[in-house]
Protein backbone atom coordinates (compact mmCIF):
# COMPACT_ATOMS: atom_id res chain seq x y z
CA UNK A 1 0.00 0.00 0.00
CA UNK A 2 1.32 3.09 -1.06
CA UNK A 3 1.45 5.90 1.75
CA UNK A 4 0.03 9.51 0.79
CA UNK A 5 2.76 12.62 0.77
CA UNK A 6 2.67 14.81 3.45
CA UNK A 7 0.98 17.75 2.87
CA UNK A 8 3.28 20.64 2.99
CA UNK A 9 2.16 23.99 4.59
CA UNK A 10 3.86 27.26 4.12
CA UNK A 11 4.31 29.57 6.30
CA UNK A 12 4.77 33.37 5.79
CA UNK A 13 7.87 34.45 7.94
CA UNK A 14 7.49 38.47 9.13
CA UNK A 15 11.14 39.65 9.23
CA UNK A 16 11.59 43.20 9.89
CA UNK A 17 15.82 44.71 9.57
CA UNK A 18 17.99 48.10 9.62
CA UNK A 19 20.89 47.71 8.98
CA UNK A 20 22.27 44.71 10.63
CA UNK A 21 23.43 42.44 7.79
CA UNK A 22 24.87 39.80 9.70
CA UNK A 23 22.79 39.31 12.70
CA UNK A 24 20.37 38.93 9.57
CA UNK A 25 22.05 36.01 8.07
CA UNK A 26 21.97 33.98 11.37
CA UNK A 27 18.26 34.91 11.70
CA UNK A 28 17.62 33.55 8.07
CA UNK A 29 19.72 30.54 8.66
CA UNK A 30 17.82 29.46 11.57
CA UNK A 31 14.08 30.05 9.75
CA UNK A 32 16.10 27.50 6.75
CA UNK A 33 17.36 25.34 9.26
CA UNK A 34 13.65 24.35 9.62
CA UNK A 35 12.28 23.26 6.38
CA UNK A 36 11.40 19.90 5.60
CA UNK A 37 9.01 17.78 3.74
CA UNK A 38 5.95 18.62 5.46
CA UNK A 39 7.26 22.96 5.99
CA UNK A 40 8.12 25.22 4.07
CA UNK A 41 9.13 29.22 4.48
CA UNK A 42 8.15 32.34 2.36
CA UNK A 43 10.26 34.56 3.93
CA UNK A 44 9.57 38.04 3.76
CA UNK A 45 12.25 41.00 4.95
CA UNK A 46 10.63 44.25 5.57
CA UNK A 47 14.07 46.76 5.40
CA UNK A 48 14.17 50.57 6.30
CA UNK A 49 17.59 50.61 6.46
CA UNK A 50 20.60 51.85 4.08
CA UNK A 51 23.16 49.02 4.52
CA UNK A 52 22.93 47.14 1.09
CA UNK A 53 24.15 44.07 2.79
CA UNK A 54 20.94 43.33 4.11
CA UNK A 55 20.12 43.15 0.07
CA UNK A 56 22.39 40.27 -0.33
CA UNK A 57 21.77 38.24 2.81
CA UNK A 58 18.55 38.16 1.20
CA UNK A 59 19.38 36.93 -1.77
CA UNK A 60 22.01 34.13 -0.11
CA UNK A 61 18.52 32.86 1.84
CA UNK A 62 16.24 32.94 -0.99
CA UNK A 63 13.87 35.56 0.66
CA UNK A 64 11.99 38.74 -0.37
CA UNK A 65 13.86 42.00 -0.04
CA UNK A 66 11.32 44.48 0.76
CA UNK A 67 12.83 48.11 1.06
CA UNK A 68 10.33 50.46 3.53
CA UNK A 69 11.13 53.97 3.20
CA UNK A 70 8.96 54.52 6.59
CA UNK A 71 10.64 54.62 10.38
CA UNK A 72 10.02 51.73 12.80
CA UNK A 73 9.92 48.13 13.02
CA UNK A 74 5.64 48.28 12.57
CA UNK A 75 6.69 50.02 8.97
CA UNK A 76 8.99 47.11 8.21
CA UNK A 77 6.59 44.55 9.57
CA UNK A 78 3.63 45.71 7.98
CA UNK A 79 4.75 45.91 4.32
CA UNK A 80 6.12 42.07 4.87
CA UNK A 81 2.83 41.19 6.30
CA UNK A 82 1.11 42.69 3.42
CA UNK A 83 3.04 40.52 1.13
CA UNK A 84 2.52 37.56 2.91
CA UNK A 85 1.04 34.46 0.95
CA UNK A 86 1.34 31.25 3.38
CA UNK A 87 -1.22 29.46 5.23
CA UNK A 88 0.24 30.92 8.47
CA UNK A 89 2.36 34.13 9.29
CA UNK A 90 5.00 33.78 11.67
CA UNK A 91 7.31 36.24 12.80
CA UNK A 92 11.35 36.78 13.48
CA UNK A 93 13.43 39.81 14.31
CA UNK A 94 16.57 40.14 12.40
CA UNK A 95 18.56 39.71 15.90
CA UNK A 96 16.79 36.83 17.24
CA UNK A 97 17.12 32.87 16.06
CA UNK A 98 14.50 30.36 15.96
CA UNK A 99 15.53 27.18 17.80
CA UNK A 100 15.04 23.95 16.04
CA UNK A 101 11.58 22.83 17.63
CA UNK A 102 10.15 26.23 17.02
CA UNK A 103 6.91 26.90 14.58
CA UNK A 104 5.70 23.33 14.26
CA UNK A 105 4.52 23.21 18.00
CA UNK A 106 2.29 26.03 17.43
CA UNK A 107 1.31 24.64 13.89
CA UNK A 108 -0.32 21.31 15.69
CA UNK A 109 -2.16 23.13 18.25
CA UNK A 110 -3.65 25.29 15.62
CA UNK A 111 -4.27 22.29 14.03
CA UNK A 112 -5.95 20.75 16.74
CA UNK A 113 -8.36 23.45 17.62
CA UNK A 114 -9.80 25.08 14.11
CA UNK A 115 -11.37 28.08 16.71
CA UNK A 116 -8.04 29.03 17.32
CA UNK A 117 -6.62 32.24 15.37
CA UNK A 118 -3.10 32.35 17.21
CA UNK A 119 -1.04 30.75 19.24
CA UNK A 120 2.29 32.07 21.65
CA UNK A 121 5.46 29.64 22.80
CA UNK A 122 7.76 30.32 24.94
CA UNK A 123 10.98 31.98 24.88
CA UNK A 124 14.79 32.17 25.96
CA UNK A 125 16.48 35.47 26.91
CA UNK A 126 20.63 35.34 26.12
CA UNK A 127 23.15 37.91 25.64
CA UNK A 128 24.40 39.02 22.28
CA UNK A 129 26.51 35.67 21.83
CA UNK A 130 23.19 33.79 22.25
CA UNK A 131 23.92 32.18 25.69
CA UNK A 132 20.75 31.57 27.94
CA UNK A 133 20.14 34.41 30.60
CA UNK A 134 17.00 32.68 31.74
CA UNK A 135 14.94 30.01 31.89
CA UNK A 136 12.11 29.34 28.84
CA UNK A 137 9.74 31.55 29.36
CA UNK A 138 6.67 31.49 30.39
CA UNK A 139 7.72 28.66 32.13
CA UNK A 140 3.38 27.45 32.18
CA UNK A 141 0.81 28.31 30.04
CA UNK A 142 -0.44 31.99 30.26
CA UNK A 143 -4.01 31.34 30.25
CA UNK A 144 -7.20 31.52 27.47
CA UNK A 145 -9.35 33.55 26.77
CA UNK A 146 -10.20 37.11 30.30
CA UNK A 147 -6.80 35.02 31.79
CA UNK A 148 -4.96 35.55 29.08
CA UNK A 149 -5.76 39.21 28.61
CA UNK A 150 -5.19 40.26 32.18
CA UNK A 151 -1.62 38.29 32.14
CA UNK A 152 -0.83 40.33 29.12
CA UNK A 153 -1.99 43.85 30.67
CA UNK A 154 -0.05 43.05 34.06
CA UNK A 155 3.56 42.57 32.66
CA UNK A 156 3.56 39.73 30.05
CA UNK A 157 4.75 40.36 26.49
CA UNK A 158 4.61 37.41 24.29
CA UNK A 159 7.72 37.45 22.16
CA UNK A 160 6.91 38.32 18.66
CA UNK A 161 9.33 35.59 17.18
CA UNK A 162 7.11 32.65 19.21
CA UNK A 163 4.04 33.85 17.68
CA UNK A 164 2.16 31.96 14.74
CA UNK A 165 -1.26 33.33 13.70
CA UNK A 166 -3.81 32.30 10.50
CA UNK A 167 -3.58 34.05 7.51
CA UNK A 168 -6.77 35.29 8.18
CA UNK A 169 -5.72 37.44 10.96
CA UNK A 170 -4.07 39.99 8.95
CA UNK A 171 -7.85 40.97 7.91
CA UNK A 172 -9.23 40.32 11.07
CA UNK A 173 -6.90 41.98 12.97
CA UNK A 174 -5.30 44.55 10.61
CA UNK A 175 -1.34 45.70 10.22
CA UNK A 176 0.73 47.02 13.18
CA UNK A 177 0.02 50.60 14.43
CA UNK A 178 2.97 52.36 12.89
CA UNK A 179 2.51 55.25 15.37
CA UNK A 180 4.30 53.12 18.06
CA UNK A 181 8.07 53.01 17.49
CA UNK A 182 7.89 50.82 20.88
CA UNK A 183 5.46 48.22 21.73
CA UNK A 184 3.40 47.25 18.11
CA UNK A 185 3.99 44.11 18.44
CA UNK A 186 2.36 43.82 22.15
CA UNK A 187 -0.04 45.99 20.55
CA UNK A 188 -1.01 43.94 18.15
CA UNK A 189 -0.58 40.60 19.85
CA UNK A 190 -3.22 42.43 22.46
CA UNK A 191 -5.22 42.88 19.97
CA UNK A 192 -5.67 39.46 18.63
CA UNK A 193 -5.93 38.10 22.57
CA UNK A 194 -8.85 40.32 22.84
CA UNK A 195 -10.54 38.72 20.69
CA UNK A 196 -10.40 35.43 23.05
CA UNK A 197 -8.84 33.07 20.17
CA UNK A 198 -5.20 32.26 20.88
CA UNK A 199 -3.50 29.45 22.69
CA UNK A 200 0.23 28.40 23.74
CA UNK A 201 2.49 25.72 22.91
CA UNK A 202 4.65 24.58 25.50
CA UNK A 203 7.90 24.93 23.75
CA UNK A 204 10.83 27.16 23.30
CA UNK A 205 10.74 28.90 19.94
CA UNK A 206 13.17 31.75 20.10
CA UNK A 207 16.46 32.77 21.50
CA UNK A 208 15.64 36.85 22.15
CA UNK A 209 18.74 38.47 22.43
CA UNK A 210 19.06 41.11 24.90
CA UNK A 211 21.12 44.19 24.98
CA UNK A 212 23.51 44.77 28.89
CA UNK A 213 21.85 45.79 31.31
CA UNK A 214 21.72 49.50 32.40
CA UNK A 215 22.84 49.93 28.39
CA UNK A 216 20.01 51.31 27.12
CA UNK A 217 18.14 54.41 28.93
CA UNK A 218 16.98 56.40 26.16
CA UNK A 219 15.48 53.30 24.59
CA UNK A 220 14.05 52.14 28.09
CA UNK A 221 12.59 55.42 28.53
CA UNK A 222 11.09 55.86 24.92
CA UNK A 223 9.43 52.81 25.58
CA UNK A 224 8.08 53.72 28.88
CA UNK A 225 5.86 56.18 27.02
CA UNK A 226 4.85 53.66 23.98
CA UNK A 227 4.05 51.04 26.84
CA UNK A 228 1.68 53.05 28.77
CA UNK A 229 -0.08 54.28 25.90
CA UNK A 230 -0.32 50.55 24.81
CA UNK A 231 -1.60 49.54 28.31
CA UNK A 232 -4.54 52.21 28.78
CA UNK A 233 -5.89 51.49 25.09
CA UNK A 234 -6.29 47.99 26.14
CA UNK A 235 -6.87 48.17 29.46
CA UNK A 236 -9.98 50.51 29.78
CA UNK A 237 -11.99 48.63 27.12
CA UNK A 238 -11.12 45.30 28.98
CA UNK A 239 -12.09 46.75 32.76
CA UNK A 240 -13.99 43.96 33.57
CA UNK A 241 -11.01 41.10 33.91
CA UNK A 242 -10.14 42.96 37.31
CA UNK A 243 -13.07 43.48 39.14
CA UNK A 244 -11.37 46.45 41.15
CA UNK A 245 -9.88 49.36 41.02
CA UNK A 246 -6.93 48.11 43.30
CA UNK A 247 -6.12 45.06 40.79
CA UNK A 248 -6.31 47.47 38.02
CA UNK A 249 -3.60 48.86 39.51
CA UNK A 250 -1.42 46.54 40.53
CA UNK A 251 -1.77 45.27 36.73
CA UNK A 252 -0.67 48.58 35.57
CA UNK A 253 2.11 48.60 38.45
CA UNK A 254 3.33 45.13 37.39
CA UNK A 255 3.50 46.42 33.75
CA UNK A 256 5.75 49.31 33.76
CA UNK A 257 7.70 47.70 36.63
CA UNK A 258 9.87 46.30 34.51
CA UNK A 259 11.07 50.04 33.59
CA UNK A 260 11.59 50.94 37.28
CA UNK A 261 13.44 47.89 38.21
CA UNK A 262 15.82 48.38 35.12
CA UNK A 263 16.95 52.25 36.82
CA UNK A 264 17.28 50.88 40.03
CA UNK A 265 19.50 48.01 39.07
CA UNK A 266 21.67 50.77 36.64
CA UNK A 267 21.63 53.06 39.65
CA UNK A 268 23.23 50.60 42.08
CA UNK A 269 25.93 49.20 39.76
CA UNK A 270 26.69 52.72 38.30
CA UNK A 271 27.20 54.22 41.82
CA UNK A 272 29.32 50.95 42.87
CA UNK A 273 31.41 52.26 39.34
CA UNK A 274 31.70 55.43 40.64
CA UNK A 275 29.84 56.78 37.42
CA UNK A 276 28.19 59.88 39.50
CA UNK A 277 26.64 61.22 36.25
CA UNK A 278 24.94 57.89 35.32
CA UNK A 279 23.80 57.37 39.01
CA UNK A 280 21.94 60.48 38.83
CA UNK A 281 20.57 60.03 35.37
CA UNK A 282 19.34 55.98 36.79
CA UNK A 283 17.73 57.85 39.23
CA UNK A 284 15.96 60.67 37.79
CA UNK A 285 15.16 57.51 35.04
CA UNK A 286 13.51 55.31 38.18
CA UNK A 287 11.31 58.69 39.27
CA UNK A 288 9.91 59.38 35.70
CA UNK A 289 8.44 55.59 35.96
CA UNK A 290 7.14 55.74 39.11
CA UNK A 291 7.61 59.35 41.10
CA UNK A 292 6.47 58.73 44.49
CA UNK A 293 8.15 55.02 45.03
CA UNK A 294 11.38 56.31 43.60
CA UNK A 295 10.90 58.94 46.53
CA UNK A 296 10.08 56.63 49.13
CA UNK A 297 13.15 54.36 48.09
CA UNK A 298 15.00 57.54 48.93
CA UNK A 299 14.04 57.92 51.82
CA UNK A 300 13.60 54.15 53.27
CA UNK A 301 16.34 51.57 53.68
CA UNK A 302 16.52 50.57 50.01
CA UNK A 303 19.40 49.94 47.53
CA UNK A 304 18.44 53.35 45.58
CA UNK A 305 19.26 54.94 48.39
CA UNK A 306 22.56 53.79 49.09
CA UNK A 307 23.57 54.49 45.66
CA UNK A 308 22.55 58.16 45.98
CA UNK A 309 24.29 58.31 49.18
CA UNK A 310 27.12 56.56 47.28
CA UNK A 311 26.84 59.37 44.20
CA UNK A 312 27.20 61.56 46.41
CA UNK A 313 29.21 60.81 49.44
CA UNK A 314 31.14 58.01 48.67
CA UNK A 315 30.86 54.32 49.61
CA UNK A 316 31.33 54.99 53.40
CA UNK A 317 28.52 57.06 54.18
CA UNK A 318 25.45 54.62 54.20
CA UNK A 319 26.89 51.21 54.94
CA UNK A 320 23.57 50.61 57.46
CA UNK A 321 21.31 50.35 55.02
CA UNK A 322 22.84 47.32 53.51
CA UNK A 323 20.65 46.25 50.59
CA UNK A 324 17.27 45.62 50.79
Keep these: MTSLPIAKRKVSVVVPTRDRPALLREALASIRALEGEDLTFEILIGDNGKDPGSKTAAEEFGA ?169 RHAWPEWRVWKSPIRFVKAYTQTVGQYFEYFVDAAVTRARNGERGGTARAIMGAFRVFPARTVAHLILPRPLRRAAATMLWGDHRDHHLGAV
Excluded at 130 to 150: C, I, M, N, Q
Excluded at 196 to 218: A, E
Design 64 to 232: VHLPVVRNGAGAARNAALQAATGDFIAFLDDDDVWTSTAVRGQIAVLDADRDLEACFAQTMSTDHELRPTSEAWPATSPGKGDDLVRTMLSGYYPQIGGTVVRMAVRKDVGLFDEALLGDQDWDWQLRIARRRKTGFSKTLCVMFRQRPPGSFDKLRLMRLGFTRRVFF
